[in-house]
């Protein structure tokens, strides 16, 4: 095989990884809604955290659920990958899943009618939280899902507001995310509710064109 030939074929491989990365990130869009309307992701924390022995299959969710066997296992393994869920597995190489860290406060907020975080439900759930939520905090306090309020934060790190924290969670483990104010809200967190209006504005636009909301 010549080099040109074999440059080639890498980049048709290469090729096709991007556009199957692009297929999946598209389907995941316009699939997520439907499927959190079937389970969200705080009814299947609070789902797992009353299991008799804190453990579950993408087979038994999807018995009990409306959720399909393929959306169980995604589902579980995204959340697994997010650092909120521990993954075992048996003899037969079948996956059982489990809470990290367990469920402390299934109490919600009370929290602005919005359908996305408020600058001042974000600050509402910083006090709460010791101004250190974890994705699991911000889940089981909303009920929203896991990639709207990653959007969220993403959009408030860029703005310099936040800084996102991985604290070691053992070799070979997925790190959940931990989310604390920079300076100057760090010291002044009352000042971030000065970014109400311009945030709120902004980040219910980016979350209409990005089909979390309508």
């Given at each position: 095989?010549?080099?040109?030939?074999?440059?080639?074929?890498?980049?048709?491989?290469?090729?096709?990884?991007?556009?199957?990365?692009?297929?999946?990130?598209?389907?995941?869009?316009?699939?997520?809604?439907?499927?959190?309307?079937?389970?969200?992701?705080?009814?299947?924390?609070?789902?797992?955290?009353?299991?008799?022995?804190?453990?579950?299959?993408?087979e038994r969710l999807a018995k009990t659920t409306q959720l399909s066997k393929g959306e169980a296992r995604s589902r579980l393994?995204?959340?697994?990958?997010?650092?909120?869920?521990?993954?075992?597995?048996?003899?037969?190489?079948?996956?059982?899943?489990?809470?990290?860290?367990?469920?402390?406060d299934e109490e919600q907020p009370s929290l602005s009618p919005a359908p996305f975080l408020t600058v001042d439900d974000l600050?509402?759930?910083?006090?709460?939280?010791?101004?250190?939520?974890?994705?699991?905090?911000?889940?089981?306090?909303?009920?929203?899902?896991?990639?709207?309020?990653?959007?969220?934060?993403?959009?408030?790190?860029?703005?310099?507001?936040?800084?996102?924290?991985?604290?070691?969670?053992?070799?070979?483990?997925?790190?959940?995310?931990?989310?604390?104010?920079?300076?100057?809200?760090?010291?002044?967190?009352?000042?971030?509710?000065?970014?109400?209006?311009?945030?709120?504005?902004?980040?219910?636009?980016?979350?209409?064109?990005?089909?979390?909301?309508?």
């Amino acid at each position: 095989m010549t080099k040109t030939v074999f440059l080639i074929l890498l980049l048709s491989f290469l090729t096709m990884i991007v556009l199957a990365l692009v297929i999946y990130l598209i389907w995941q869009r316009r699939t997520g809604p439907e499927v959190q309307s079937k389970l969200s992701d705080r009814d299947l924390l609070l789902r797992l955290s009353r299991e008799p022995d804190g453990l579950l299959t993408p087979e038994r969710l999807a018995k009990t659920t409306q959720l399909s066997k393929g959306e169980a296992r995604s589902r579980l393994m995204r959340l697994a990958m997010a650092g909120i869920l521990d993954q075992g597995y048996n003899k037969r190489l079948v996956n059982h899943y489990t809470l990290r860290e367990p469920i402390t406060d299934e109490e919600q907020p009370s929290l602005s009618p919005a359908p996305f975080l408020t600058v001042d439900d974000l600050f509402l759930l910083f006090e709460r939280y010791g101004f250190r939520p974890r994705d699991q905090d911000l889940i089981m306090a909303t009920g929203l899902p896991l990639a709207m309020i990653r959007r969220e934060m993403d959009y408030f790190a860029k703005e310099g507001v936040i800084d996102t924290i991985y604290f070691s969670a053992g070799y070979g483990k997925q790190s959940q995310r931990t989310y604390v104010l920079q300076e100057p809200y760090r010291s002044q967190p009352a000042a971030f509710l000065l970014r109400a209006n311009r945030d709120n504005l902004e980040l219910r636009e980016i979350l209409r064109n990005d089909n979390f909301i309508v």
